[in-house]
């Protein structure tokens, strides 16, 4: 493919509003468009279920030039089993000025993307020689690759872990944009590979916004990768100003119904997609606090677990 874009993950969350604050407060991140919808994805884009769902697109700035996380909230779905499949990577400038944290974040602060793997040759194989991307580092003693399509974005890393991936039921998949006429393409490729295709080439609708049309496929552990028409996907992914606003009136509106399958009045529980579970920052050693005053270091990273 040419022009490839890689722009976004998709997790399932069973609490859609305190998901959301995590990634605001805790990330800097912004709600850029909200969408609801009545019934099930035909390409499954909301997992195995039939009813009303929403997406949430949230990230540092327009999908078109940075990676960004969907939401995926199926109503009535309470919770989530989260498997060992799936991690970010985040640069930030890091502050410290007493007990706070504070980060200055690059345009992009996505680093990469890894993905558990049960077999890293099989794995680097699919990725390099099927979907086309470049090998960026390679490291034996880690068990590690990092690959990508282009040197400005976002980059995939895939991390073996000796055994099978589990993929939960929270995580979704990996989505990538691309020229329309290159997606019979890619299909006919993986038809000839003998590779899993989980939705063949189809038109997704969006109440009032743009059609997409996109094809669905699985790598050799079963991570789910989304190649999209690019054209359309413009149109459709364009930032709503009033995102944020109309997720807060579906989110505000949920904690006042009573309900078996839903979030009753004042247990807005927090399940779901794992927030920030680990920082990896600095050295046992490192001296903090307001004493020294504030604490300047060039690039940190923060992990996020899924």
């Given at each position: ?95 410290w000025t007493g007990a706070h944290l504070y980060c200055s974040y690059p ?51 895939l991390q073996s872990i000796g055994q099978d991936v589990d993929h939960g ?76 606003k109309l997720l807060d009136e579906v989110s505000w509106g949920l904690l ?51």
């Amino acid at each position: 493919c040419q022009l490839i874009k890689y722009f976004y993950g998709l997790f399932r969350v069973a609490n859609r509003k305190g998901q959301w604050k995590g990634f605001n407060v805790g990330l800097n991140q912004q709600v850029l468009r909200h969408e609801e919808f009545e019934e099930g994805c035909k390409a499954t884009c909301n997992g195995p279920y039939d009813g009303k769902w929403s997406k949430t697109m949230v990230g540092y700035g327009p999908e078109d030039g940075h990676f960004v996380a969907e939401l995926t909230y199926n109503y009535g779905v309470g919770n989530y089993h989260l498997g060992n499949d799936f991690l970010l990577t985040l640069s930030c400038h890091k502050v410290w000025t007493g007990a706070h944290l504070y980060c200055s974040y690059p345009p992009d602060p996505v680093l990469k993307v890894t993905l558990a793997v049960s077999n890293l040759s099989k794995s680097v194989d699919y990725w390099s020689r099927l979907l086309g991307m470049k090998v960026y580092e390679k490291d034996e003693g880690k068990k590690k690759v990092v690959v990508g399509y282009a040197d400005n974005q976002c980059k995939l890393e895939l991390q073996s872990i000796g055994q099978d991936v589990d993929h939960g039921t929270a995580f979704g998949r990996i989505a990538f944009s691309c020229p329309k006429e290159e997606l019979p393409v890619i299909e006919a490729l993986m038809k000839k590979e003998k590779q899993k295709i989980l939705t063949p080439l189809v038109s997704l609708d969006t109440p009032g916004k743009a059609t997409v049309q996109v094809v669905i496929l699985a790598d050799p552990d079963g991570h789910e990768i989304c190649f999209v028409g690019d054209e359309a996907f413009r149109e459709l992914s364009k930032v709503d100003p009033n995102g944020e606003k109309l997720l807060d009136e579906v989110s505000w509106g949920l904690l006042f119904q009573v309900s078996d399958n839903v979030m009753t009045r004042g247990t807005a529980q927090r399940q779901g997609c794992g927030l920030p579970a680990q920082l990896a920052a600095g050295s046992d050693s490192e001296k903090v606090g307001e004493e020294h005053g504030p604490v300047l270091e060039p690039i940190t990273y923060l992990l996020f677990y899924f």
